[in-house]
């Protein structure tokens, strides 16, 4: 109620993460995309995730049986490397003209519970090659995949 009385009374609202990102994206590297999605993983913050994947990602990731589990799983997430990766097998996704892989190191710690983390979630150091897309200069990238 508050919120609703700070908003018609012109009292400004702090802008969301996701707000935030979204009016600086188009302006940020590949690797700044890949450190703001996992910054938006660990605050489970679902528009601020879905702000850093392509529109087809975001589709897959969205579903509620895949995403609370994971979104709920993650308790601290955060990125210690991220290297170009040219040679990585990784396939190119139709309808981008621009595509860049990385070799991202990452540490996951997972919330307690068992019922609530996702199985394929694993804690501690580890890796995956991550595509970035844009469909032209000045698009922002944006996250098509991920894995090894």
Same mark, same amino acid.
């Given at each position: 109620m508050m919120d609703l009385l700070g908003r018609l009374f012109g009292r400004r609202q702090p802008e969301s993460p996701a707000a935030a990102w979204l009016r600086r994206r188009a302006q940020a590297e590949p690797a700044e995309v890949v450190v703001e999605h996992f910054r938006a993983i660990e605050a489970h913050d679902l528009e601020w995730i879905l702000a850093t994947l392509t529109p087809e990602r975001a589709r897959l990731y969205n579903s *509620?049986?895949?995403?609370? $589990? $994971?979104?709920?799983? %993650?308790? +601290? +997430? $955060?990125?210690? $490397? %991220?290297? *170009? +990766?040219?040679? /990585? *097998? %990784? /396939?190119r996704v139709p309808g981008y003209a621009e595509q860049q892989v990385f070799r991202v190191e990452y540490e996951l710690e997972l919330a307690p519970g068992e019922a609530r983390r996702d199985p394929t979630l694993a804690e501690g150091p580890q890796w995956a090659y991550f595509l970035l897309v844009r469909e032209r200069a000045g698009e922002p990238w944006l996250i098509a995949d991920w894995g090894r």
């Open positions: *509620p049986s895949t995403f609370d $589990r $994971r979104r709920l799983s %993650v308790k +601290a +997430a $955060r990125v210690t $490397r %991220v290297a *170009p +990766a040219p040679d /990585a *097998p %990784v /396939a």
